[in-house]
């Protein structure tokens, strides 16, 4: 398994005092290697000190990142003091690895300001990222201007940053699986591959007969759907089911899990309605759950950019995510809504969780077709809600990103559903509404906006909305 790895430019500028220099190394070594992180940093014996300061500096240390390429997820620039603004902006540019970047300053102590320990890390980080900004090169902050390595504020720096670098570099080579065409009734999922793609997000398509066909040649004692039976019996009580619709599901989680691990899939959209009900018999809500808890994110009604939304919340949170409707006011509340959907959403999100008929498409396509579908309330927590569409009439990538919590009220209905309380509410349906984004969005059970906003926005050059209290 892939261990988290930073590229580690340690600054220097010559006329301050090297003890300095040595110190911070080790205290940044140290408080990365508590945190399990590697790294890939010049030997002290390469240049002065192991630190980057001149051109040849620069040189050496990009072709040690170059080499280390498949390894590294970030690059971390520690200024112990002023440092060289050159040196760091040379490595980043030559080695070109297009990864983020984090810039640390060591702060100084007022009273100790004498030539022997002064540092002006302070002044040397503003430099350093004027010479970024030059240059294209995008970056991220700690939270305080200054921070020492060793620090609470700065481990949680980390943290946060290694969160921003697992997001951007899974969404950057991202592959989409697409099963079937969107529902005809739902123009409002629909997306531009074009526009992903050039974000480094591939779609690969499958088409519902496809789908069908190669489940309807698996037998139901094949060794494949047999063990997704098992799967789907430990997830969830399915006693209320009958025999046959139980069979349907496993044979498509069998098909759907061959076809991603074939095509090295990381999520999928799936046209779950009206096709599923009318031509293969049941609702795919449970096998979609299941797909969903175990990190393979699953957005039904076809929603590719739904479930980008998902894996980007998967990523950055390390967690299962789901999809939801924004579905109901509550009350007259202007600060809760009501989060729905059919019954697709994640064990994680759900204290109470069952399957059985898909209520709502049972109206239309009858009961004896819509087996499959979960219900369950919400479990009260925090959480982060994300939306990604494609702009086509501008040529961009858009995408809303906020945090709320799922309170204890609860709801005699069906799905599964609850009541989440976002500040600000009314402003941000406004914006919905105002800017064209789709109904769904995507959620995750942990409190990720700024990963997700810095990712999206600061890497990806996508236009983020980042809705605060």
């Not at 494609?390 to 559903?417: K, P, Q, S, Y």
Request: proline content about 4%; glycine content about 8%.
């Amino acid at each position: 398994m892939h261990k988290p790895t930073l590229g580690v430019i340690v600054g220097n500028r010559d006329f301050f005092p090297d003890r300095l220099v040595t110190q911070g190394r080790a205290e940044i070594l140290s408080v990365l290697a508590d945190l399990g992180i590697e790294v890939v940093i010049l030997d002290e014996a390469a240049t002065k000190l192991g630190a980057v300061e001149t051109w040849p500096d620069a040189q050496l240390c990009a072709e040690l990142f170059s080499v280390n390429r498949s390894r590294i997820d970030g690059i971390l620039v520690t200024l112990p003091n002023f440092g060289d603004e050159k040196g760091a902006t040379d490595t980043i540019r030559l080695a070109d690895l297009r990864v983020p970047v984090l810039i640390q300053a060591t702060p100084d102590d007022p009273a100790r300001m004498g030539l022997d320990r002064r540092r002006d890390s302070f002044c040397g980080k503003i430099s350093v990222c004027n010479n970024l900004v030059q240059n294209g090169i995008p970056f991220s902050l700690t939270t305080r201007h200054t921070v020492q390595p060793d620090s609470d504020s700065f481990r949680t720096d980390l943290r946060r940053f290694m969160a921003v670098c697992r997001t951007v570099n899974g969404m950057r080579r991202a592959r989409i699986g697409l099963v079937g065409a969107r529902p005809n009734a739902f123009r409002t999922v629909r997306f531009s591959e074009k526009l992903l793609q050039a974000s480094g997000i591939t779609v690969t398509t499958m088409d519902l007969s496809d789908a069908y066909g190669a489940a309807g040649k698996l037998a139901a004692d094949d060794p494949r759907v047999v063990a997704k039976r098992e799967q789907l019996a430990a997830y969830v009580d399915a006693s209320a089911i009958p025999e046959q619709p139980i069979v349907q599901m496993a044979r498509l989680a069998a098909v759907l899990d061959e076809w991603m691990a074939e095509h090295s899939l990381q999520a999928t959209a799936l046209q779950c309605w009206s096709s599923m009900q009318e031509n293969y018999g049941i609702n795919a809500c449970g096998v979609m759950s299941l797909m969903s808890q175990n990190l393979l994110p699953a957005a039904c009604e076809a929603d590719l950019t739904g479930v980008v939304a998902m894996y980007a919340l998967q990523l950055a949170s390390g967690q299962p995510s789901g999809l939801v409707d924004w579905n109901n006011n509550f009350g007259d509340d202007p600060n809760k809504c009501v989060f729905f959907h059919c019954g697709n959403w994640a064990r994680e999100f759900v204290s109470d969780l069952t399957i059985g008929i898909a209520e709502i498409q049972a109206t239309t396509l009858g009961r004896e077709h819509t087996y499959g579908g979960l219900e369950g309330h919400a479990t009260p927590r925090p959480i982060t809600y994300a939306r990604v569409t494609t702009d086509d009439r501008n040529g961009r990538i858009r995408a809303i990103v906020g945090e709320g919590r799922f309170t204890e009220d609860r709801l005699d209905t069906f799905g599964t559903t609850g009541v989440v309380e976002i500040p600000r509410l009314q402003d941000l349906l406004a914006y919905i509404c105002r800017n064209g984004f789709e109904h769904h969005a995507a959620m995750s059970p942990a409190l990720v906006g700024g990963v997700i906003a810095e990712a999206l926005d600061t890497y990806l050059g996508w236009d983020v909305y980042r809705h605060l209290a």
